[in-house]
């Protein structure tokens, strides 16, 4: 099963895109991994969320394709602990070709985008920056590959 990561916009912190960076790293020990970039958009001063929204949602949908699972880190979504993350993806590699995970913008997804998903997962009840999600994912789908192997990174 491959996996991609759609963001929109670029890491702006540093430190952040550091360890964002190490652990994809590590990821790709167990999944192809990609990551792609939606730019981010140019002169929103003038647009609304709704219309800032629904641009992103255009360039997301781009990028995927029709047989793709869809899913939207979304503070409305599906809560799981980490070990139930890791059942559950092993249970999308029985019947998933590439499995697609979107972090939007700071407005969140278009209704479009919404209605393309196949689900969608909270990190949490709390929000977080879009930044920020980047990281927590990233070490929770790491977390998640190394509980399915059975490696030691997890405890209980």
């Known amino acids: 099963m491959k996996v991609l990561l759609i963001l929109v916009g670029k890491t ?14 590590r990821i790709i020990h167990y999944h192809p991994f990609e990551v792609n970039v939606i730019p981010e958009l140019k002169s929103t001063k003038h647009l609304s969320a709704e219309q800032q929204k629904q641009m992103e949602g255009d ?13 939207l880190l979304d503070e409305r979504g599906k809560e799981y ?4 993350f890791a059942q559950w993806i092993e249970q999308k590699q029985q019947n998933t070709r590439r499995l697609v995970f979107i ?3 700071p407005y ?15 990190l949490s009840r709390m929000t977080f920056s879009h930044q920020m999600v980047r990281l927590f994912f990233v070490e929770q789908f790491y977390r998640a ?12």
């Not at 702006?12 to 994809?24: F, N, P």
């Not at 360039?59 to 899913?71: C, E, F, M, N, R």
């Not at 059975?150 to 405890?155: C, L, R, S, T, V």
């Open 145 to 156: 590959c190394t509980i399915a192997r059975g490696e030691p990174y997890h405890h209980e």
């Open 59 to 71: 360039a997301i949908l781009k990028s995927i394709q029709p047989s793709d699972t869809v899913v």
């Open 12 to 25: 702006t912190d540093k430190r952040l895109s550091v360890c964002i960076e190490d652990y994809m790293g």
């Open 108 to 122: 969140g997804f278009s209704k479009a985008v919404y209605q393309r998903a196949n689900s969608q997962i909270a």
């Open 81 to 84: 602990r980490s070990i139930e």
């Open 103 to 105: 972090i939007g913008g």
